[in-house]
């Protein structure tokens, strides 16, 4: 069983940048897909990054392309996200997410219904 823990977000100013962390922990074959999602009240949860751990391809959705980076680190078992040019559109409540499976396409890749394990999600808040 993979377990996930977020860290890392906070408040910022429309224009700034903030690091999101998730703890990886347990079955590496549980993580084989990973990916950060948000949520907004009232709306629905949305992908924003995704990753095929096995390769490194990276998937982002059309809102936060050319300013978030998703990236994994092996040795500290962590994956990331990078969001800069922050935008107060951009505030939510942040989820890494693991599914052992192989998702190649961003659709698939970015949609919360594909992925098992979520961790406890962590808030960014960004003020214009």
């Known amino acids: 069983q993979v377990q996930l823990v977020e860290s890392g977000g906070g408040s910022v100013q429309a224009g700034g940048s903030l690091r999101l962390s998730c703890a990886v922990s347990g079955d590496n074959s549980g993580r084989t897909s990973m990916a950060w999602f948000r949520q907004a009240p009232g709306n629905e949860r949305e992908g924003v990054a995704g990753?095929?751990?096995?390769?490194?391809?990276?998937y982002y959705s059309e809102s936060v392309k050319g300013r978030f980076t998703i990236s994994q680190d092996n040795a500290k078992n962590t994956v990331s996200l990078q969001m800069n040019s922050l935008k107060p559109e951009d505030t939510a409540m942040y989820y890494c997410?693991?599914?052992?499976?192989?998702?190649?396409?961003?659709?698939?890749?970015?949609?919360?219904?594909?992925?098992?394990?979520w961790g406890q999600g962590t808030q960014v808040t960004v003020s214009s």
């Open positions: 997410a693991a599914t052992p499976r192989t998702y190649l396409y961003s659709s698939t890749a970015l949609r919360p219904q594909n992925y098992r394990v």
């Open positions: 990753l095929y751990t096995g390769s490194s391809t990276t």
